[in-house]
């Protein structure tokens, strides 16, 4: 339940993760899946029941056994993580979880270029011979309600299926856009910025892309900060990475010298036509728009290649305006990033707004963790200030009825309030009004997974 006196972290510093992944395991879903007969617990990275849960998590995606170096290199890079079981003690093996869970207190940019403390889930597993019985309702539960209870604000995660989290309260909040550009036909039409693009090897592009990537994170909605160990898998530095030396990657450094993008791509040959290769860019981080127009364009006048494909792009590409035939883009979106709101008026106070104004929020959620009504003020200066109602009226503002999830959704900017009134997901005496203050002008987007 919400906790109105309770502090709400407002960074997540070194000190703060630590206590968040050493924190317990919620009591109610301990005993929720105690009265099964299951036992819910958290276990060190480091000790020997880590291998257990990683066989089961990669088993849960369906994937392969892992091999002893596999495990070896992914021990080595979860320390960040808070590392959750579910154990069967009568089942044959019972030092394999048959359900597992991972989080982590990490930063999710908002409107405005801040950051909020956030959990970020994933590893969400139960094993087949144990499903629909409640388990991830429990273990789902019971991190929101940890999280909470450490005054996390914000809690988020990217899915296999769409269908899962919304009765937790998250929402699709920065969908992916899939690329498939045609690039003879695309045509070049942006700039040419001043800067030099350049190979580098993947050491030197693993030791760039945590310094590129934290000047540009701030810039979109939506993006969070990347854990160390996933800049091993993009880079293809992990030492048990697979067909690494596929990957290229080049640098964009602008005319003083300074890197201000990255670029990681493999190509794939097409031996009927050599002129016909396929590109495949695994990911791109540029903190400028000259980056972004100076790696595009290296992408898209690639000799002997047809095709471009780009995975996790916003849904609004400059990209879009820097090739003369629009139609060249085969554009596909998809729901990705998915945000859940814990403490209402922190995560309203870390956003900017562009339009003042004052709203009053009915918030439900079928959690009970960001339940009530909220008076949000914006000033001229476009900060926000949240205010907790016991329930009276407010003169001169505009209400909204919604759910968590659907106040998640709007949060960054990636769906207006006024479209999913439209869709009967929101109630308001004015939503066009509504939908102008809680929008933003850059369109949230996440370009990894976790
Ligand atoms: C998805 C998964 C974790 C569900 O675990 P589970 O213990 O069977 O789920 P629960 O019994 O706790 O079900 C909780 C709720 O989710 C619903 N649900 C579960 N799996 C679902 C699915 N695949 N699609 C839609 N709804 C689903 C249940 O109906 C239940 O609904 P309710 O509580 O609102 O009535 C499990 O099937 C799994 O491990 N899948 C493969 C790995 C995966 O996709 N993990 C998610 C990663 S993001």
Redesign the pocket.
């Known amino acids: 339940m919400s906790m109105p006196d309770q502090t709400v972290l407002s960074s997540a510093g070194e000190a703060e993760r630590a206590a968040f992944r050493a924190g317990p395991v919620d009591e109610q879903s301990r005993e929720r899946l105690a009265s099964g007969g299951l036992d819910y617990r958290r276990l060190d990275v480091d000790g020997d029941a880590f291998g257990a849960w990683l066989q089961v998590v990669a088993r849960?995606?369906q994937d392969g056994e892992r091999s002893a170096e596999q495990i070896a290199a992914s021990q080595e890079r979860s320390g960040y993580r808070r590392v959750t079981g579910v154990y069967d003690p009568v089942a044959p093996v019972p030092e394999a979880p048959v359900a597992t869970i991972a989080s982590w207190l990490g930063e999710l940019t908002v409107p405005g270029g801040a950051a909020i403390p956030s959990c970020a889930i994933s590893a969400?597993?139960?094993s087949p011979t144990h499903?629909?019985?409640?388990?991830?309702?429990a273990m789902l539960e019971g991190e929101l309600r940890a999280a909470n209870a450490a005054g996390v604000p914000m809690a988020m995660?990217t899915?296999?299926?769409s269908?899962?989290y919304g009765?937790y309260g998250f929402a699709p909040a920065a969908p992916a856009a899939s690329w498939r550009i045609e690039t003879k036909r695309a045509q070049w039409i942006g700039p040419r910025p001043d800067g030099r693009v350049d190979f580098v090897p993947r050491e030197k592009l693993r030791e760039l892309l945590p310094v590129v990537h934290e000047r540009a994170r701030l810039r979109v909605p939506g993006e969070i900060d990347v854990p160390a160990g996933h800049w091993d898998n993009i880079a293809g530095t992990r030492p048990d990475a697979e067909k690494a030396g596929d990957k290229r990657a080049v640098q964009y450094a602008d005319a003083s010298g300074q890197v201000r993008g990255l670029a990681v791509y493999a190509v794939r040959e097409n031996h009927d036509d050599f002129t016909k290769a396929t590109v495949t860019v695994h990911y791109l981080v540029a903190e400028d728009d000259e980056a972004y127009a100076g790696l595009w364009r290296f992408l898209l006048e690639l000799d002997l290649v047809a095709e471009v494909h780009a995975n996790e792009l916003s849904t609004d590409e400059p990209l879009l305006w820097m090739i003369a035939d629009q139609r060249a883009a085969t554009v596909t979106v998809r729901d990705h990033q998915y945000v859940r709101i814990l403490d209402v008026p922190a995560a309203l106070e870390a956003r900017r707004y562009e339009t003042a104004g004052r709203l009053v929020l009915d918030v439900a959620d079928p959690l009970g963790i960001a339940e009530g009504r909220y008076l949000l003020e914006v000033g001229a200066d476009g900060a926000g200030r949240v205010t907790r109602l016991a329930g009276d009226a407010v003169e001169d503002a505009v209400e909204v009825a919604l759910g968590v999830t659907e106040l998640s959704a709007v949060y960054l900017g990636g769906v207006s309030l006024a479209t999913l009134a439209a869709a009967g997901r929101a109630t308001s005496t004015a939503a066009a009004t509504a939908a102008r203050i809680l929008s933003w002008h850059v369109t949230p987007r996440l370009s990894i997974w976790y």
């Open positions: 849960g995606f969400v597993t139960v499903r629909r019985r409640g388990i991830a309702r995660l899915v296999s299926e269908t899962l009765r």
